[in-house]
């Protein structure tokens, strides 16, 4: 049974920085992709960043370039997202999805339609 459960979220200043982690079970990176959405309230749940060891690729939002860096640590089957220079933008409920490469296909899915497994998310507040 495929699992994900994030932690690390919270509230900080702006400028200031956040890790979230989201532990996986049921599954390895090698034969899925795995990424970070985010949903603010009223808004569309968007991606920030993917990363698919089968085709060795990542993927970041063009609003978090630079400031946000993806990673996993295979041995403990957890994904990261290291978030630095935060702004009140990114405050959002932050998730964890994974769902199995599509090794025909350009590198992780962008799209939050194309994952079926989710954590229960985690709130990032920015105070400005």
């Known amino acids: 049974e495929v699992q994900l459960v994030e932690s690390g979220g919270g509230l900080v200043q702006a400028g200031g920085s956040l890790r979230l982690s989201c532990a996986a079970s049921?599954?390895?990176?090698?034969?899925?992709?795995i990424g970070w959405f985010r949903q603010a309230p009223g808004k569309e749940r968007e991606g920030v960043s993917c990363i698919s060891h089968w085709h060795g690729s990542t993927y970041y939002a063009d609003s978090v370039k630079g400031r946000f860096i993806i990673s996993t640590d295979n041995a403990k089957n957890t994904l990261y997202l290291q978030m630095n220079s935060l702004k009140p933008e990114d405050t959002a409920v932050y998730y964890c999805?994974?769902?199995?490469?599509?090794?025909?296909?350009?590198?992780?899915?962008?799209?939050?339609?194309?994952?079926?497994?989710w954590g229960q998310g985690t709130q990032v507040t920015v105070s400005s």
């Open positions: 999805a994974a769902d199995r490469v599509s090794r025909g296909g350009p590198g992780c899915p962008t799209s939050y339609r194309e994952y079926g497994y």
């Open positions: 049921g599954f390895t990176f090698d034969d899925y992709a």
